[in-house]
């Protein structure tokens, strides 16, 4: 099958592990068809809007870009050919809550057959209209990788031996995610002040300069005895983004202003009325290092259950005498971590793999006519060589086996694309043309090769 993969991912160098993941798990773990990449901050080449596809996959990370105000609609502009894509077009949307009608509207659009709801109960809240033609079903905001547990099993020091007690990093999320998401930042100050007079070391931060990007994040973990978490979410329900304006405009006027008069001024009556959780990837990575995890009471997709997975803390962490004297109990512990690893690491349905063969065989059932083999010539080829550098780029940067900047992938990608639209938009092209894309072809294959030499999976490429 020949897929589109639309995506934001623009730099690794700031993008999130799980991000990198959940936008190229499928030609991670389906390489026997061909993947056509597009960042959405790239040009949109005649090339590109020409070609047929047998499904477009929708990322999150391009989902995004409808919190863009204004400039949305010059982007779905740009993009707008997507909709008369004769193909199965598949999407994987997070933070529903956040511009859902704006994000059902653009869905519609672009007769979009498929979404993986992450907020999957509150499906009827989200598509009201899209639910009667479009099929529905229940997604993750992420899943485990095995190289990841093998990479965290690594890195991890013996459970008995970590420096650090609790950890815990997250960001400050804006008002307008409402009381829960305002949790995210309030259980780190309520633990820290809880638990100082017991003597437990701590490394917790909300501030962006205290983040952790790749592999950092993972060996954190592993010096880590006990995580700190909660369910990722949102209680406050925004359909077209106008919550979100009137905080930043109240907060423009006001920036020393409290929660709880910005949500009094932008928001009365509308927080709390129903939360809206998804489980977070964290919850599988701090399973794979082994860390026990305590967590204010939540649903957890109904996979975690307290006192039997983690240890439950109060939204104001007023039980931390409980929380202590569980901690303290080693053997306890250690079968709950093991309790943990089993149903979140042990369960297929939370792996990528499993994941990218489920959405293949969704796009199979809709299109049993599929053609198979439709990689041939050699533009095309290089095309589809230069759209995949990104690709190889985030799989290099992932496996640690390689560090190609930003800029460089970029250029490369630039320079193919221009050779390869002068030679489309020239009736008969003359040698020039010919001659130097033989060369970008032969740039290309010493790419692969390398890569070939060094990645530990390489994607199945057909022509070249």
Same mark, same amino acid.
């Given at each position: ?45 005649? %090339? @590109?809007?020409? &070609?047929?596809?047998? +499904?477009?996959?929708?990322?999150? %990370? ?16 740009? !993009? ?16 529903? !809550? ?15 057959? *498929? ?20 099929? *529905? ?38 008002? !307008? =995610? ?14 820290? &002040? ?26 954190? @973990? ?94 104001? +962490? ?78 290099? !940067? ?10 460089? %992938? ?31 072809? &032969? ?7 390398? +890569? ?6 390489? =994607? ?5």
């Amino acid at each position: 099958m020949k897929i589109l993969i639309l995506h934001g991912i623009d730099s690794v160098a700031t993008a999130r592990r799980t991000s990198i993941h959940h936008a190229f798990f499928l030609p991670r773990h389906q390489p026997g068809h061909e993947y056509w990449l597009q960042a959405a901050q790239a040009p949109v080449t005649d %090339t @590109l809007r020409n &070609e047929e596809f047998d +499904a477009v996959i929708i990322d999150t %990370t391009f989902l995004c870009w409808r919190w863009t105000g204004a400039y949305f609609n010059e982007f779905k502009r740009k !993009y707008d050919f997507v909709r008369d894509i004769n193909a199965v077009k598949i999407a994987f949307p997070q933070d529903e !809550y956040d511009h859902s009608e704006i994000l059902e509207t653009w869905l519609i659009d672009w007769k979009v057959d *498929i979404i993986y709801s992450v907020c999957y109960d509150d499906r009827d809240v989200f598509y009201p209209t899209l639910k009667e033609n479009a099929d *529905i079903r229940l997604g993750y905001t992420g899943f485990f990788e095995q190289e990841d547990i093998e990479l965290v099993a690594n890195c991890a020091s013996p459970w008995d031996v970590r420096t650090v007690d609790v950890g815990y990093r997250a960001k400050q999320l804006p008002p !307008y =995610f409402g009381w829960f998401g305002k949790l995210k930042s309030d259980i780190a100050a309520s633990f820290l &002040e809880a638990a100082r007079p017991y003597g437990i070391s701590t490394d917790i931060s909300c501030r962006l300069e205290d983040a952790f990007m790749g592999d950092e994040w993972l060996k954190f @973990l592993g010096q880590c005895r006990f995580i700190l978490g909660c369910e990722s979410g949102s209680s406050v329900l925004d359909p077209r983004g106008e919550i979100k304006a009137k905080c930043n405009d109240f907060l423009g006027k006001n920036p020393e202003a409290s929660f709880t008069v910005i949500a009094d001024s932008c928001f009365p009556n509308e927080d709390r009325s129903r939360p809206f959780t998804a489980i977070s990837p964290r919850l599988f990575e701090a399973a794979a290092a082994g860390c026990g995890q305590i967590l204010v009471y939540g649903d957890y997709g109904g996979v975690l259950k307290p006192w039997q997975h983690y240890l439950p803390l109060a939204p104001d +962490a007023s039980n931390i005498l409980e929380i202590v004297s569980a901690m303290n109990n080693t053997d306890q512990i250690k079968r709950m971590i093991n309790a943990s690893q089993r149903v979140l690491l042990g369960d297929s349905r939370f792996s990528y793999k499993s994941f990218a063969a489920d959405v293949i065989e969704s796009i199979q059932a809709r299109r049993p006519d599929l053609r198979r083999d439709t990689f041939d010539g050699t533009v095309s080829s290089l095309l589809i060589t230069a759209l995949k550098n990104s690709e190889r780029w985030a799989n290099d !940067y992932n496996n640690n086996s390689a560090q190609i900047s930003s800029e460089k %992938t970029q250029k490369f990608l630039a320079n193919v694309q221009s050779a390869v639209e002068i030679s489309l938009n020239t009736p008969e092209p003359r040698f020039w043309g010919k001659y130097a894309i033989v060369i970008l072809v &032969e740039i290309a294959k010493r790419i692969l090769r390398v +890569a070939k030499r060094s990645l530990k999976f390489v =994607f199945k490429m057909r022509g070249i």
